[in-house]
């Protein structure tokens, strides 16, 4: 059943899990997360991105959605859009019946310029007035993602800022994420902690200094009654790494944000975790493992039942890691 994403968060932190929230483009990702969900009992989030929505058009997505929660009642499902660059993109999705949206006034209309705290506020409130007159959920985001190793921000998503991002920019203070939540009303409010999109977030596996984990628990401290999402929340699995380069790709070395990392989160109030880069890369993984090894064959559905195999193994594994497995 469709749900708000204030009603399963509210669940989620009644309950002490996290649940991920997974990007969705096309058919084998929606199958491979409503496959998966189904079978751990999970309530699921999918998200559609700007990109997303220039790929299969926003009624294809739509209706991907819709045949999800025909197709598995039993199963709680939030309905997200993902990074809204001004109210007008926001306002479509509620229009087209999103049960959540998310307003990201941090950046720009052009989804790369850093923005002041006075516009994003502006924005976010202006959604939050729209949205929650519709029984729609807003998540907001205050900070900017970035790599506190290099200040850039992800860069082959498109969000990525021009220049760099300063320190402070890159990790959220605790005391305007207070007054953002006061001042807009968002249901969950996105935090930026040393994450960002993409396969290439960290140089090596990330300590303290990269991955402020410790960021989220002072902010949790001070608004404990506010959802957390964390983005840029991929693993960058090194298994589907060795197999994408075994077969013929060509991915530097690269890491990603490890489980346990996301699980000491979800003990401080991170209560959505935005995956999409982990599923790409099982995805390619599993096509050209496949197509190396059979190379006779031509039927698409071929490659895309084992690709379909590889993001289901992915989500069931972090449905379980977040506790989020059997709570349906
Ligand atoms: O927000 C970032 C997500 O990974 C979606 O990226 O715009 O390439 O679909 P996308
Ligand atoms: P990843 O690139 O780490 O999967 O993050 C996805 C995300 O934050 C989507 O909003
Ligand atoms: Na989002
Ligand atoms: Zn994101």
């Known amino acids: ?19 991920p929230a997974f990007n969705v483009n096309n058919l084998e990702q929606v199958r491979a997360i409503m496959e998966a969900a189904n079978e751990v009992n999970s309530p699921v989030i999918l998200q559609a991105s700007a990109g997303a929505r220039k790929y299969a058009g926003s009624n294809f997505l739509r209706h991907l959605i819709l045949a999800a929660i025909e197709e598995f009642p039993h199963i709680p499902i939030v309905m997200h859009q993902d990074h809204g ?24 209309p052009d989804g790369k310029t850093p923005t002041d705290y006075e516009y994003n506020v502006d924005v976010t409130r202006t959604v939050v007035q729209m ?25 082959e998503d498109g969000i990525g800022a021009e220049g760099k ?3 402070d920019q890159m990790l959220t203070s605790p005391e305007e994420a207070e007054s953002f939540v006061n001042d807009t009303g968002v249901d969950a409010l996105a935090i930026a902690v040393g994450t960002s999109h993409g396969a290439y977030k960290f140089t090596r596996p990330p300590t ?3 991955l402020a984990v410790s960021r989220i628990k002072e902010i949790h401290k001070r608004i404990p009654n506010t959802h957390l999402v964390m983005h840029g929340s991929s693993s960058v699995p090194q298994e589907w790494l060795a197999i994408i380069n075994e077969f013929g790709g060509e991915i530097p070395e690269t890491y990603g944000v490890p489980v346990e990392e996301i699980q000491e989160g979800i003990k401080h109030g991170v209560r959505k975790v935005n995956i999409d880069t982990d ?15 059979n190379k006779s064959e031509f039927d698409p559905r071929k490659f895309l039942i084992p690709t379909t195999q590889a993001m289901k ?9 977040f506790g989020t497995a059997g709570q349906a």
């Open 313 to 321: 193994g992915i989500v069931k594994d972090r449905l379980e890691a």
């Open 131 to 155: 949205a929650h007159a519709c029984g729609v959920s807003v998540e907001g985001e205050i900070g900017c993602l970035g790599s506190l190793e290099t200040g850039m921000a992800g860069e």
């Open 1 to 19: 059943a469709l749900m708000s994403m204030r009603q399963l968060l509210d669940h989620a932190a009644e309950n002490g899990y996290g649940v």
């Open 208 to 210: 303290g200094d990269i």
């Open 165 to 167: 991002l300063s320190h």
């Open 85 to 108: 660059v001004t109210p007008a993109v926001c306002q479509r999705s509620i229009q087209l019946g999103f049960s959540s949206v998310m307003m990201d006034g941090s950046l720009g």
């Open 279 to 293: 599923l790409r890369l099982a995805s390619t993984g599993a096509v050209r493992k496949f197509l190396a090894e």
